[in-house]
């Protein structure tokens, strides 16, 4: 009898859609779910794990202790797994699939933001680099320890392979020979990657706006925000409260950036005649896309947030403080690794020292590592 997932996925998924039952599975042997498809166990999977735990007290932007109501890397990833779940139904694309990577693209992600993966880059430099997209998989593969018989979580081969291949602009020569650095990444991990950027330009507006560090005043030199915030008066009666017109434009803006995105896609795929996933796995270059006039406006957008409230001065203090934090611990941690935890010691004798501390430390919470310098470094 077919299993129920493959009768769903055979009505609804379009021809360039990654099936479930045509996974390249698991590294380790498990036994076949009658009522869920192996993507919806790595989603339950992924779920479960700590380093998905962890993202609730991870930064997006704002670092955890500045409000409750800012994004962290957890309700980042969960607006990503919703927005992008939208996207693939309308282009026919493997939801499950699509949501399991949204997931996870970020657990790979150390404390302190971007802020916090450049220090890593440079303590690392001579010990074998660190990136996100690596320490995900690293995290899937190894790190979680969840099953007796084996290290990690035991993902299909497709999420683990769309997490080293997140980004479209992902290191080739980065990409372990198991995974194809040749063979472009599904159509479903190109979707989550472009949504990703654009739920971050999305709530970053939001929240630039609710910290004070952005005006509307300001935001009226960037024609997208203008265009928005004309559609949210029109649509609005009178006297409508300001933060209730902030909310309906930004869903205006998302709208948009999801329209366009849809829109360019189904045009990229009957352009090149895609009409498998073999055909995808071939084709060089992104097919998942807004159009250009939309990339260009977004371009503009994300040059404008970069000025006005990435490397703001009340943002800079704050990650400032953050790299002094992340890197007395790094250097504390490689001078002293009898003071490491047990099962981080242990991992040293393997993968190495630097390693073993980057392991640790990438694993931290903004919160945890806070705790964990006052106790070293209190006076």
């Known amino acids: 009898m077919t299993p129920p997932v493959d009768e769903r996925e055979a009505l609804i998924l379009a021809p360039y859609a990654m099936r479930s039952r045509d ?77 399991c990577i949204a997931l996870v693209h970020d657990v790979g992600h150390p404390p302190f933001g971007h802020r916090g993966e450049d220090l890593l880059k440079e303590l690392m430099v001579d010990h074998g680099g660190f990136e996100h997209n690596r320490q995900g998989l690293r995290i899937v593969e190894e790190l979680e320890v969840r099953y007796p018989e084996f290290p990690g979580l035991n993902l299909t081969y497709e999420v683990r392979e769309s997490i080293i291949k997140h980004s479209a602009h992902y290191d080739r020569s980065k990409v372990p020979l198991r995974f194809h650095s040749d063979a472009a990444p599904l159509l479903e991990a190109q979707l989550v990657d472009e949504v990703d950027s654009i739920v971050y330009d999305c709530h970053d507006i939001d929240d630039g706006l609710r910290s004070g560090i952005l005006s509307l005043t300001q935001l009226q030199e960037v024609p997208l925000w203008q265009g928005a915030w004309r559609e949210a008066l029109e649509a609005s009666p009178r006297a409508t409260p300001e933060k209730l017109l902030i909310d309906r434009a930004l869903r205006a803006l998302m709208d948009s950036f999801l329209s366009s995105l849809v829109d ?30 939309m990339r260009l406006a977004k371009e503009g957008l994300e040059s404008w947030l970069f000025e006005h409230l990435y490397r703001n001065w009340q943002v800079n203090r704050v990650f400032h403080k953050a790299r002094r934090i992340l890197a007395d611990l790094f250097h504390f941690y490689a001078d002293h690794p009898d003071s490491l935890p047990p099962i981080h010691a242990a991992r040293a004798e393997g993968a190495g020292l630097f390693r073993a501390v980057a392991d640790y430390i990438a694993g931290m919470t903004d919160r945890f590592a806070i705790d964990e310098h006052r106790t070293l470094f209190r006076s």
């Open 264 to 293: 360019q896609v189904q045009a990229n795929l009957t352009s090149r005649r895609i009409t498998s996933v073999a055909e995808v796995r071939a084709h060089d270059g992104q097919l998942i896309a807004v159009s250009q006039s």
């Open 23 to 99: 996974t390249r599975g698991r590294d380790h042997p498990a036994d076949s779910d009658p009522w869920r498809s192996d993507f919806q166990r790595d989603r339950d999977r992924i779920v479960h794990s700590r380093a998905f735990r962890r993202l609730q007290y991870k930064t997006q932007v704002f670092a955890n202790d500045e409000g409750d109501h800012f994004r962290t890397r957890l309700t980042h990833t969960i607006e990503v797994s919703q927005l992008a779940r939208a996207a693939a139904m309308r282009l026919g694309l493997n939801e499950d699939l699509v949501e």
